[in-house]
């Protein structure tokens, strides 16, 4: 999501208005940004720096400290493959390896066409379904590479569950 600078502005101006004076908004601020924007926008956090005299160092730290913030665009489909031990055990590094290749992305990363962004996980807690993936909310286990693939292109032609 590419955001203009006339919206950043006006959102930095309705984000003074509301913490203008008030102490220990960082998070509640760095919320109001995400709910908006879906990530935290690296020129917003300047402007909000700027205007509300709040170091960059303060809010850059509280929003790479928390997991619940992001700095870059999350793609419509978040797939998070676990990487505990049975699932690792199972051969979840395969699986990583394959779709990295297949989405021409690493872990972190989000697809060009803004569909895909894949994340490791310690542990998604279904480890009878070893190994296993979450697309969203949705859970796939019993992987393999293969497997993984053609769930991930089943979300492309539509966002079936498979």
Do not use: N, W
């Amino acid at each position: 999501m590419s955001v203009s600078g006339q919206e950043l502005e006006s959102f930095i101006e309705e984000l003074s208005d509301k913490y203008k004076g008030k102490k220990g908004v960082a998070i509640p601020l760095l919320e109001d940004v995400q709910r908006r924007f879906g990530y935290i926008p690296q020129d917003l956090l300047e402007g909000v720096s700027k205007r509300l005299r709040i170091p960059r160092a303060e809010l850059f730290g509280v929003a790479t400290f928390y997991a619940m913030f992001r700095l870059k665009p999350e793609g419509k489909y978040v797939i998070r493959l676990c990487r505990g031990t049975a699932c690792h055990i199972m051969g979840s590094e395969a699986i990583g390896k394959r779709l990295e290749s297949h989405l021409g992305v690493k872990e972190g990363d989000t697809t060009e066409d803004g569909l895909f962004t894949l994340q490791y996980v310690a542990c998604l807690g279904c480890c009878s379904l070893a190994p296993v993936m979450m697309v969203g909310e949705d859970v796939h286990g019993k992987l393999t590479p293969e497997k993984a693939v053609k769930v991930v292109e089943s979300y492309r032609s539509g966002g079936a569950k498979s």
